[in-house]
DNA sequence: CAAATAATGCACTTCCGTTGCATAGGGTTT
DNA sequence: AAACCCTATGCAACGGAAGTGCATTATTTG
């Protein structure tokens, strides 16, 4: 796939062999993944290559980092157009107590959120925990 | 103050002189606290002693636990007529990213969330990180 | 090819939360 | 008072995860 390609250098992202292939377990996966989880997929390979690979991705824009309260940092791919830094275009994440998995809830946007006087909101983290579609029709 | 004897007695807590003392600090703080926050402020102390203080709070139910997005959690007096358990009633938190202190916003409710169908929202944290009231007025 | 630049791999650290276990305290029973 | 019980406490150690330092390897550039 050239497309893998195209997408790294397109961020300016040299494409190295490793990065390809976690870009394309990335691809792949429709859930935020957690660095471990990426480690088990690749199993001969070093953690702190996969780890600054992880936030190499996020710095350069093509992913983000999602605190699903875990305690587990998970990543995700933007989608098209996704403006991660910017607040008004925030999702907010489902983490499944069931399956342990945590997704992208792209379709709604955050609400608004009102605050006292004199607070400034820069950032939001709106994470829902529950049970997830998959899990709720078993 | 017998005040604080009465409130651990009544939450079914043995006022140990340890615990007396966390709980008046609990109550003069007006923002989230860490386990570090609580160290330092007891010198003499011990971490675990703290530790399992503050759980036993939360367990009991007269303060919550706090996840701000720090990595590091932070506890807080629940408020009369609290109930963090249920979803409903759960407020935002908000972090400064300035003075770098979390408190609790009561004032509003959490709007409601929407999910895409078949998910099932058991509980929701909503932390928003910005300038605190505080600071903006400085 | 040589030099510069960037990515990788290994070891190690730090930070925080958590647990195991032995001891001390406080109240109750004999 | 002594023996007993249950809980709280203190010390030590563990564990997971994020992050860093540095030497090595790969890749680009002159
Ligand atoms: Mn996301
Ligand atoms: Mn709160
Ligand atoms: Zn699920
Ligand atoms: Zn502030």
């Known amino acids: 796939m050239q497309n893998l390609e195209k997408i790294l250098e397109h961020n300016h992202i040299k ?4 990065r390809l292939l976690v870009l394309q377990f990335l691809l792949n996966k429709k859930v935020a993944i957690s660095l471990t989880d990426v480690e088990n997929h690749f199993d001969q390979s070093d953690r702190t290559t996969l780890y600054r690979t992880l936030n190499t991705f996020v710095e350069k824009g093509i992913s983000h980092k999602i605190d699903d309260g ?4 998970k990543y995700a791919l933007c989608e098209e157009n996704c403006h ?16 342990n998995e945590t997704v992208c809830i792209t ?3 955050i609400p608004p959120i009102h605050l006292p006087k004199d607070y400034i909101a820069e950032n939001v983290n709106l ?9 709720n029709n078993k």
Not at 84 to 99: Q, R
């Open 107 to 109: 379709e709604y946007k």
């Open 127 to 135: 994470v829902v925990k529950g049970i997830c579609e998959k899990c």
């Open 84 to 99: 991660c830094e910017i607040d008004t275009d925030l999702h907010l994440h489902f983490h499944c107590t069931k399956c």
């Open 70 to 73: 875990t305690g587990i940092t």
């Open 15 to 18: 494409p190295t062999a490793m």
